[in-house]
C-alpha cells in the first residue's frame, strides 16, 4: 500500500500557518480590544477556510509598550486577553478540531517591569544583574559603543540607580536578555517547556538572529548604502549586534527542548539575506525547522524577479531543508496596499502553489488593506519614535461584518476600522463567489487535493514580461501554475499542445476548464492546471 505523498514527513511540511495578531483578531468582552475567548469563537471560520495552523502573536503579560513584546511574565497571559483556563480552553478546542497551535516566544528580551529586570537593575552586586547586559559609560559618560535601537535612537539606556548602560534592541523599556549567561537560557527553555507540557505546537521565535551580541561591544561599522527615508538603524551595518555565529548554538538548544516533546515546530524571525537566511536551518538541520522566508515582502513585483528569487531561493536550501513563504505579517505594510489588490490574488496563488508551508496573515484572505492612522489614534511605539515607519496601518481589527465595528467588537476598537469595511468583510465576502476569501479557499482546498503542488518539485516554465509559469511535479502528477501579472490578456502557445484541466483560478468562471492547446490569461488572471499529457511543458510555436 502506497501512503498519500501529502502525508509523508512531519505535518508542518503539508501545513498552511495563519498568523492572528490576538488584540485584532475577535473582542469577546467588549472593549475594544481582541483576546483569546474571541479567537475561539472564530476557530470554526479559520476550519472553513481550511488553514493548519495558527500562530498568535504575543499574548502573555506585558505593560503593552510594544503590544505584547515586552513580556513581564512569560508564564501568564495578559489579562485583556483572558487567563490561563481560556488559553487551555482555546489549546484544546484548537487541536480538537485538527488545528495546531503556535505561540510567539518573545527570547532576545524582556519588559522592563519584569521581575527579572527589576532584580537586575536593583543592583549591580544583585544575582540577576548578569541576567541583562549591563556596561559602564564610555569615556565622555555616553553610551558604551555607537549601537543602534531597531526603533531609532541608541540602543543603551542609562540607568542612574547603577550608574551603568543597559543594552535593548528595540525600546527601552524592552531590555536584551544576556544569552551568554546560561541562567538565561535556563530560564526561557523552562518557559518553552512549561508551554509544551501544555500542550503547544511549537514556536514562532522573535528576532531570533539579534539573540547574541559581540563579547568586546565593537562599534558597527557605517552603511555606505544607507539612504535617508530607511529605518535609522540601517545607517549601521549590524556586524557585531546581528546574525553571530553564537545564536546557532542556543537555537540548536532550542531545538533539543522542543525536540524532547516530539513533533513541533520551530520557526524564527530572521530578516537576513537569503544565503544567510538558510544557515537558519541549521548545522545539519538542527536549528529552525522553518527560517521566515520574508522575500515577498519586498520584492520588486514583476515576473522575472520573482522567478529569480524563487529559483535563487531553492537552490540556496540546505539538503532536506524544507521552503516557507510569508506574504504579510503585522511588521509590514498589507499586500493589498504594497502590490494593489488584484495582484494581491495573483500573490495569493503563488503563496499557495509555491513549494514550501506558506504562511498568511489575518484579513490578507479577505484582502484587507493597509489602513492610514490619523496621528491621534497612532499606538505603534516605532511610528511615535520615526514618523512614517508605524505598523498599526497592518493591525487593524479583523472586517467579519458591516455592522458598526465590524462584527469585531461591541465598542470603539483600538486601532481604526478600514474605510472599507462595510463591503469587505467576511459575511459578504462568503456571499460573493468571487471573492478574495474564495480564492483563497479554492486555493487552499486544492492544495490539500493535489500532493505535487506541497511536496512536488519546482520547475521553472516562463519568466518574462508580465507573465509566470511553472510546474509542480510529483509521481508523474503535473500541475501548471499560469499567472498573468499584466493588465492586457496574454496567449501562450506550447512545443507541444498542453492537455488539461483547470483545478483553480482566480476568475471562478474557469475553474473546471479543460485545456487543449494554448493557455489564455485574461488581464491579472491566473490559472493552476492539473496536466494530463506527459509532453515536455515548452512554450514555443503551435
Ligand atoms: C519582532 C516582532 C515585532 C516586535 C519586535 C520586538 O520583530 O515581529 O513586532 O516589535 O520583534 O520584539
Known amino acids: 500500500m502506497s501512503m498519500s505523498p501529502a502525508a509523508v514527513g512531519p505535518w508542518w511540511q503539508s501545513a498552511i500557518i495563519y498568523q492572528i495578531y490576538p488584540r485584532s483578531f475577535q473582542d469577546s468582552n467588549g472593549d475594544g480590544v481582541g483576546d483569546l475567548r474571541g479567537i475561539l469563537r472564530r476557530l470554526d471560520y479559520l476550519v472553513e477556510l481550511g488553514v493548519d495552523a495558527i500562530w498568535l502573536s504575543p499574548i502573555y503579560s506585558s505593560p503593552m509598550a510594544d503590544f505584547g513584546y515586552d513580556i513581564s511574565d512569560y508564564t501568564a497571559i495578559d489579562p485583556p486577553f483572558g487567563s490561563l483556563e481560556d488559553f487551555d480552553e482555546l489549546l484544546a478546542a484548537t487541536h480538537d478540531r485538527g488545528l495546531k497551535l503556535l505561540l510567539d516566544l518573545v527570547p532576545n528580551h524582556t519588559s522592563d517591569r519584569h521581575p527579572w529586570f527589576l532584580e537586575s537593575r536593583s543592583s549591580r552586586d544583585n544575582p540577576k ?26 540602543a543603551w539606556e542609562f540607568d542612574s540607580r547603577t550608574a551603568q548602560y543597559y543594552c535593548h534592541t528595540f525600546l527601552r523599556e524592552q531590555p536584551d536578555l544576556n544569552w551568554r549567561n546560561p541562567q538565561v537560557r535556563d530560564a526561557i527553555y523552562d518557559v518553552m517547556r512549561f508551554w509544551l507540557e501544555r500542550g503547544v505546537d511549537g514556536f514562532r521565535l522573535d528576532a531570533i538572529w539579534y539573540l547574541l551580541k559581540d563579547p568586546q561591544f565593537r562599534d558597527n561599522p557605517p552603511n555606505p548604502d544607507y539612504r535617508p527615508g530607511q529605518p535609522p538603524k540601517r545607517s549601521l551595518i549590524p556586524l557585531y549586534t546581528a546574525d553571530l555565529p553564537e545564536v546557532h548554538d542556543a537555537i540548536e538548544e532550542m531545538r533539543r527542548v522542543v525536540d524532547a516533546f516530539g513533533e513541533r515546530l520551530l520557526i524564527g524571525e530572521i530578516y537576513l539575506p537569503l544565503e544567510k537566511l538558510v544557515t537558519y536551518y541549521g548545522r545539519d538541520l538542527r536549528g529552525c525547522h522553518l527560517p521566515f522566508n520574508f522575500s515577498l515582502l519586498v520584492i520588486d513585483w514583476q515576473a522575472r524577479a ?111 476600522l478600514a474605510e472599507d469595511f462595510r463591503s469587505e468583510n467576511v459575511e459578504n ?76 483560478s482566480n476568475f471562478p468562471d474557469r475553474d473546471g476548464e479543460i485545456i487543449d492547446g494554448r493557455i489564455e490569461l485574461r488581464p491579472l488572471g491566473g490559472l493552476v492546471v492539473a496536466l494530463s499529457g506527459t509532453g515536455a511543458v515548452a512554450p514555443g510555436k503551435p
Not at 142 to 150: K, Q, R, T, V, Y
Not at 374 to 384: H, S
Not at 462 to 488: C, F, K, P, Q, S
Open 429 to 504: 465576502a462568503r456571499g460573493d463567489p468571487a471573492s478574495f476569501y474564495h480564492l483563497y479557499r479554492r486555493l487552499i482546498a486544492v492544495r490539500r487535493a493535489n500532493p505535487a503542488l506541497t511536496r512536488g518539485a519546482y520547475r521553472p516554465i516562463v519568466a518574462e514580461n508580465d507573465l509566470l509559469l511553472y510546474t509542480r511535479e510529483l509521481d508523474g502528477e503535473r500541475i501548471l501554475v499560469a499567472l498573468n501579472l499584466g493588465d492586457e490578456p496574454a496567449s501562450l502557445g506550447f512545443m507541444h499542445p498542453l492537455q488539461g484541466r483547470v483545478l483553480v
Open 306 to 416: 520573482i522567478a529569480r528569487l524563487v529559483e535563487r531561493y531553492e537552490s540556496l536550501l540546505p539538503p532536506g531543508g524544507w521552503p516557507n513563504w510569508v506574504l504579510g505579517n503585522h511588521d509590514c505594510p498589507r499586500v493589498a496596499t504594497r502590490i494593489g489588490r488584484g495582484q494581491a490574488r495573483i500573490a495569493a496563488m503563488l503563496l499557495l502553489t509555491l513549494r514550501g508551508t506558506p504562511t498568511i496573515y489575518y484579513g490578507d484572505e479577505i484582502g484587507m488593506v493597509q489602513v492610514p492612522i490619523p496621528p491621534e489614534r497612532i499606538q505603534d511605539p516605532f511610528e511615535k519614535n520615526v514618523p512614517g515607519l508605524g505598523r498599526d496601518g497592518a493591525r487593524t481589527p479583523m472586517q467579519w461584518d458591516p455592522s458598526p465595528y465590524a462584527g469585531f467588537s461591541t465598542a470603539e476598537p483600538w486601532l481604526p
Open 129 to 154: 544583574r548578569d541576567w541583562y547586559i549591563w556596561r559602564d559609560p564610555a569615556a565622555d559618560g555616553g553610551a558604551p559603543n555607537n549601537w543602534l535601537s531597531e526603533f531609532g535612537g541608541s
